[in-house]
T-cell receptor, first 113, second 114 residues
Framework: GESVGLHLPTLSVQEGDNSIINCAYS??????FIWYKQESGKGPQFIID?????DKRQGQRVTVLLNKTVKHLSLQIAATQPGDSAVYFC????????????FGTGTLLAVQP | DTEVTQTPKHLVMGMTNKKSLKCEQH?????MYWYKQKAKKPPELMFV???????INESVPSRFSPECPNSSLLNLHLHALQPEDSALYLC?????????????FGAGTRLSVL
């Protein structure tokens, strides 16, 4: 299940299940969105991106969905594996001419064997 | 190769010390970034360099002084820091500073200010 509180929001899933991580973004003018994965002791690692003229994009085992009407982004991970355990951040490009990213709160994905 | 190398990995400094963080990339990227990340929080942008020129300073206190001596190197000079500056400092680079250019991150320098 998913929990939000004083700690990082956590999503706990069983190995082999599909995971869905959600993100609400703030700026309706944002036109580019990215998902990053951050493992303990490492920097954020690019997973997948999507531009605002699309509503869905697929990668290897991952799919990103964009709903601009409600300013919502989701990351779907198929057949979740223990190596997927990490903190996942969505980030939005805040518009303008420069590559300025604003990161969301983050969700900790815990994969149970 | 999408490697951004940051040194040192860990740094402990006193409030009166002067130290520097170093970031290096050899991907031919012309945009480089500094972020600050507190525990269990998202990265927060500090500075953006484009073609070795500072293009964004997110109102960062002057005790943090960035420098981009060439297209492959980015430094962050630290002086008179406060304990609340303890954090993970992340460097990133992208091909250009254009919206949509993927930013690649280093592993970070974990800084402790005593």
């Amino acid at each position: 299940g998913e929990s939000v509180g004083l700690h990082l929001p956590t999503l706990s899933v069983q190995e082999g299940d599909n995971s869905i991580i959600n993100c609400a973004y703030s700026n309706s003018a944002s036109d580019y969105f990215i998902w990053y994965k951050q493992e303990s002791g490492k920097g954020p690692q690019f997973i997948i991106d999507i531009r605002s003229n699309m509503d869905k994009r697929q990668g290897q085992r991952v799919t990103v969905l964009l709903n601009k009407t409600v300013k919502h982004l989701s990351l779907q991970i198929a057949a979740t594996q223990p190596g997927d355990s990490a903190v996942y951040f969505c980030a939005e490009n805040y518009g303008g001419a420069t590559n300025k990213l604003i990161f969301g709160t983050g969700t900790l994905l815990a994969v149970q064997p | 190769d999408t490697e951004v190398t940051q040194t040192p990995k860990h740094l402990v400094m006193g409030m009166t010390n002067k130290k520097s963080l170093k970031c290096e990339q050899h991907m031919g990227h012309r945009a480089m970034y500094w972020y600050k990340q507190k525990a269990k929080k998202p990265p927060e942008l500090m500075f953006v360099y484009s073609y070795e020129k500072l293009s964004i300073n997110e109102s960062v206190p002057s005790r943090f002084s960035p420098e981009c001596p060439n297209s492959s190197l980015l430094n962050l000079h630290l002086h008179a820091l406060q304990p609340e500056d303890s954090a993970l400092y992340l460097c990133a680079s992208s091909q250009r500073a254009n919206p949509g250019d993927i930013q690649y991150f280093g592993a970070g320098t974990r800084l402790s200010v005593l």
